[in-house]
């Protein structure tokens, strides 16, 4: 995985909120993960929307999707992670990533969590909420756009759809062709990450 897998970790990923006449473009679609995006010029920012199948249970991929508080161990240069206190329907955390190359950046966020055991859909949402969070950090960047979700359902064949989706600016001196080019490049790489995880039998105990 490259630096550029940083951006996406600005983020780990709120319903979207892009205008609706903005059009989706494809990135890239393997038959497995497929990845659009577009560019939201009122919030310079861009928006990518991935969605891939992972074979295991929506209530696995669930467990890793929802545990916010312990992304740290799998996701790459993510390197703190507090939880703050609650938010409207939610629980507020602050995190900082610690890519090569640029700055570190960091954000504060208000993270939602819905379960329907029945159905087996589950989503996991956040806005930001800077001003929820510390003061900013000489040498750290405060990301300025930050909010995302994750969709967990059953895909029809015993396994799991994931959608993750996620409208983010990493702020600072990086160029915007970086920043655009790394939003959808490095989507695989973080699904990998929660593949693993789900995996991973010291964690599934």
């Known amino acids: 995985m490259t630096w550029l897998a940083a951006t996406l970790l600005l983020g780990a990923a709120t ?6 006449k903005v059009p989706w473009i494809t990135a890239s679609d393997d038959g497995t993960t497929r ?3 577009r560019d939201i010029q009122s919030a310079n920012a861009r928006e990518v929307r991935a ?3 992972l074979k295991a249970t929506p209530e696995a991929v669930w467990k890793v999707v ?3 508080a312990h992304e740290a161990e799998f996701m790459p240069y993510l390197v703190q992670v507090k939880k703050l206190g609650p938010c409207a329907g939610g629980t507020v955390y602050y995190e900082r ?3 090569p190359i640029i ?3 960091d954000y504060t966020v208000c993270v939602k969590l819905v ?3 029945k159905t087996q859909r589950f989503e996991r949402s956040w806005t930001l909420a800077n001003d929820r ?3 900013p950090v000489d040498g750290v960047v405060r990301v300025p756009v930050n909010d995302g979700s994750y969709q967990v359902s059953p895909d029809g064949k015993g396994g799991t759809r994931l959608v993750y989706t996620v409208l983010t600016n990493p702020g600072g001196s990086v160029p915007a062709w970086i920043a655009k080019r790394a939003s959808t490049s490095t989507v695989p790489d973080l699904f990998d990450a929660i593949r693993h995880r789900v995996r991973d039998p010291r964690w599934t105990k």
């Open 66 to 68: 929802k545990d916010f």
């Open 133 to 135: 969070g510390p003061k």
């Open 103 to 105: 700055s570190d950046r």
């Open 51 to 53: 969605t891939t199948d």
């Open 15 to 20: 319903a979207a909120k892009g205008p609706a």
């Open 35 to 37: 990845i659009v995006y």
């Open 115 to 117: 379960a329907d055991e």
């Open 97 to 99: 990533v610690s890519p």
